[in-house]
């Protein structure tokens, strides 16, 4: 199994996005890489496992696991291969089938452990995220045209 560039995600579990998280050789969990893209104050920011591979001074990673967006990191680990990586040319057909297994079944327990609302409380919260959806474009759109209007900038996070 290849990597998903956009994450894995289950029906119903939105908070509980999955994606291939990476250790350093001494174990721990790096931030995410920075990448300046010109001279302006803007500078991307990836987790993607690829981009930890010691290129362009970013920091090697020897090991990937499953990492979940609630906090959950996989216990295993597995080891990454970057001279395949490199030869393969195409991080997309590398084998994460591991981290992949490993947070599906999180998800199993996290979906074991759920309860179900009822149908009503179901409809009233679905109203509610409706209404601040809403609330929100309206938020945007104002903010958009208050920035036009002072040529200031918004960072959005």
């Known amino acids: 199994m290849g990597w998903d560039r956009d994450g894995w995600q289950r029906d119903g579990f939105e908070s509980h996005e999955g994606v291939v998280g990476v250790l350093l050789a001494d174990g721990s969990e790096p931030g995410p890489v920075c990448f300046d893209l ?17 290129t362009m001074r970013r920091p090697t990673a020897t090991s990937m696991r499953g990492r979940c967006a609630c906090g959950w990191r996989g216990e295993k680990t597995y080891p990454i ?64 045209q208050g920035r036009r209007r002072t040529g200031g900038a918004h960072r959005r996070g």
């Not at 010109?38 to 010691?54: A, C, K, L, P």
């Not at 149908?119 to 409706?130: F, N, P, S, T, Y």
């Open 38 to 54: 010109s001279s302006g104050s803007f500078f991307h920011e990836s987790i993607g496992w690829w981009h930890y591979d010691g």
């Open 81 to 144: 291969d970057w001279e395949k990586v490199h030869e393969d040319d195409d991080p997309d057909v590398y084998d994460t089938s591991g981290p992949y297994g490993d947070w599906a079944l999180h998800m199993d327990d996290v979906a074991d452990r759920a309860s179900k609302l009822p149908e009503d409380l179901a409809g009233l919260l679905a109203q509610v995220r409706e209404r601040l959806d809403r609330l929100l474009d309206g938020r945007v759109r104002d903010g958009d």
